[in-house]
C-alpha cells in the first residue's frame, strides 16, 4: 500500500469514528423549515468528505446526498463580487464588522448610519453583494455564479433545485422587506423582485459533501482549481473571504467556534458546511439537524472533532 493509500485508509477510519460518536446529535436539533423545501430533509442524514487535493476521502454517510448551498454561497458570490468590482465598490455598500445578531436579523439596519449592512455573511449584507453580481438579465447573473461554483468545486454538472428557490422565493417576506430597506438607504439599485429570484437561485445551488470540500480545498490554497490547480482569483480575494468566514461565518456563534475549532468555516441551513483549512484540507459537511442559531449541531461536533485530531485551528 503506498503513502498516500496509507493516509487516505487513516483519514475514513477516523472519520467513520467521528461520525459515529456524533450522529447522536442530531436528535437534539431541527431542520430548517421556513423555507418549506428545507423541511424535506431526513434530519438522520449525516455526511462528511475532506479534500487534500489528491484524494477525497469518504466517511460512511451519503456522500451522494445533494442539499442546497444555501448562506455558504454568501462566501462565493462575494468573492464573485469582488473580482468584478474591487474591495472599494463592494466594501462602500457592505461592512466588514461580526455582528452578534442573527442570520436574517433587520434591527442594526435601523440603527446604523449610514445603513449599510454589517457584513456579507448576513442576508442583509449577502443581498447588497448580490446585487453587485455583473451581468445583463438575472439568467446571465446566475449563469455567472453557477459557473464560479462549477470552476471551484471542479463539478460541471452542477446547477440549482429550482423547487428549493420557488419555495424559498415564495416565502421570502423577511428578505424582501431587508432588499427594500436597502433600496430606499441607496445600497441596492434596481428591481428587488429580481434581487430575490438571483439570491433564492443562488441559495439553492445543489451540492453534495465532496463539491463543498473540493471548494474548501479551493479556498484553502489561495482560490485555485481544485483539480487543474490553476489560480481562479486573486488570492488577496481568497484571503479576504477565509477572514469573513472566521469573524462571520457561524454568525452569532462565530466566537465559541473559533475558539473551539479555529477552522474558517461557513455554514448554511440546509445543513451543509464548508472548511478551508489554509494550505492543507478542504472540508465538506452535511448534516440538516440544526441548533437554534442555524447551524448543523453534527457539522460543529465534527469540525471540532477533526480540528483536535488533525490540529487544524489556524490560531
Ligand atoms: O436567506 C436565507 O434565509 C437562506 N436562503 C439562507 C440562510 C442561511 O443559510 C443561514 N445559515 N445558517
Redesign the pocket.
Known sequence: MSEDQQLLCKYEEDLRKMVSETKELTKFGQV?D??PALAEADPDDVAVAIYDGRNTCFSEGNDEQLFTL???SKVLTLALALIDHGEETVFAKVGMEPTGDP??SISKLETQVPSKPLNPMI?AG?LAVTALIKGGSVDEKLTRILEFVRLLSGNSALTYNDKVARS?WES?D??RSLAYFLRQHGIIEGDVEKLLEL??KQ?AIEVTCRDLAKIGYSLAYDGIHPDTKEPIMERDIARLVKTFMVTCGM?NASGEFAIRVGIPAK????GGIIGAVPYRLGIGIYSPS?DD???SLVGMKLLEKLSKKYQLSIF
Open positions: 430548517a421556513y423555507i444555501q448562506s455558504i442570520f436574517n442576508n449577502a424559498e421570502a423577511l428578505n439570491y433564492t441559495c454568525y455554514s448554511g441551513v440546509s440544526l442559531k442555524g447551524n
